[in-house]
């Protein structure tokens, strides 16, 4: 199950992404905010690891309350530079296998019309 805390209002949620249903919140309108949105969340570490995320939603609680009260979060630069990459890549892997399919789908098509184009030109150089 998914644990997450909002960027913004400290409350939990069960999706990093999900739009906060307290203070309506909603972290697709900005690529930072997406990411800091993984980081509060235990969808942070790709493994999966029942004892790093019993750990980690533990640590979330402790920053939960810190937002709360209405203190800023000590973001690691570093981990969200790397979590901005793994985003990134997630985010250009399928656009490429969709691609890709579009055009294996499509090149039997392409092949066919190419030589029914083919066979018209010659038909109306021999009917000449
Ligand atoms: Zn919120």
Do not use: H, T
């Amino acid at each position: 199950m998914g644990f997450a805390i909002c960027v913004q209002c400290g409350s939990q949620k069960e999706a990093a992404l999900e739009q906060c249903r307290l203070c309506g919140f909603d972290p697709s309108n900005s690529d930072d905010d997406e990411v800091k949105s993984v980081y509060l969340s235990v969808g942070r570490f790709a493994c999966d690891d029942a004892e790093v995320q019993q750990a980690y939603r533990e640590e979330l609680q402790v920053i939960a309350g810190r937002i709360q009260s209405g203190k800023s979060v000590d973001y690691d630069a570093q981990e969200l530079d790397r979590l901005r990459v793994q985003k990134e890549m997630v985010e250009s892997v399928p656009a490429m296998a969709v691609w890709g399919a579009v055009f294996r789908l499509f090149l039997p098509a392409l092949i066919f019309l190419a030589i029914l184009g083919l066979v018209n030109v010659l038909l109306k150089i021999a009917l000449r």
